[in-house]
């Protein structure tokens, strides 16, 4: 067999390096969006500040992480309940990526509006990183205070509608770099019958949706 081509692998390996710092007590589960969502958001700013991806390959991988949340057939449901189905269903494994992901994108472009481009979600997480290293506490409550910290009681108002399942929309100029959310029409993914069927070495196909 033949290796994979290394460009097809930059990102991957960008965000698995990127697990090594961020994190909170307890991530698995409901918190999972934390580690999954600044991996996927640190594996691609970091590398487009470190010039290893054009201005269009960002985009296009920021469009194509957008693409994924909107049209999971799960993305309403709330944290508690994608994580209590997480091992019996790979659409619910998906959810601590995209929501994470999508909901940084949207904590990073407030502050920056907030601050007049002085500070940035970087200053969140390096602080939480921060009271990791002398020992002190970095879990959610932690993350809490210093969100609203910087965005005032619309700080924890939109974490808790990111964990609840409430829609997600980038603000303008997200990222800082001039970008304008567009609307457009997605079909939204459905395989058409219970997806933990794919899962175990037997894959039989049960649950067929009628019309599929």
């Given amino acids: 067999e033949t290796c994979p081509p290394v460009d097809s692998l930059q990102l991957l390996l960008a965000h698995e390096m990127a697990h090594n710092w961020p994190g909170l007590e ?9 580690g999954e969502g600044t991996a996927e958001f640190y594996s691609l700013t970091l590398s487009y500040r470190a010039g290893l991806l054009s201005r269009e390959k960002f985009l296009a991988e920021i469009n194509r992480r957008a ?3 909107y049209t999971n057939p799960l993305r309403p449901l709330p944290l508690g309940e994608a994580a209590r ?7 619910a494994q998906h959810l601590p990526y995209e929501r994470g992901f999508m909901y940084l994108v949207q904590v990073d472009a407030q502050i920056r509006e907030k601050s ?18 002398r020992g002190e506490g970095y879990g959610i409550s932690d ?3 210093l969100v609203t910290r910087e965005l005032g009681p619309c700080g924890e108002r939109d974490y808790q509608r ?16 001039g970008l304008q959310p567009e609307k457009i029409l997605e079909r939204r993914l459905e395989m058409g019958f ?4 794919l899962q175990g070495e037997k894959k039989v196909i049960k649950g067929v949706l009628a019309d599929t």
């Fill in 26 to 34: 307890d991530g698995e589960g409901e918190l999972a969006w934390y």
């Fill in 67 to 69: 693409s994924a949340y």
């Fill in 85 to 91: 189905i997480y091992w019996i269903n790979t659409l």
């Fill in 116 to 133: 007049g481009g002085e500070r940035n979600l970087d200053n969140l997480v390096l602080e939480m990183l921060a009271r990791k290293k």
């Fill in 143 to 145: 993350w809490l205070r």
């Fill in 162 to 177: 990111m964990i609840s399942g409430e829609l997600l929309v980038p603000p303008g100029n997200s990222f800082g770099l």
């Fill in 194 to 197: 219970d997806i933990a069927s």
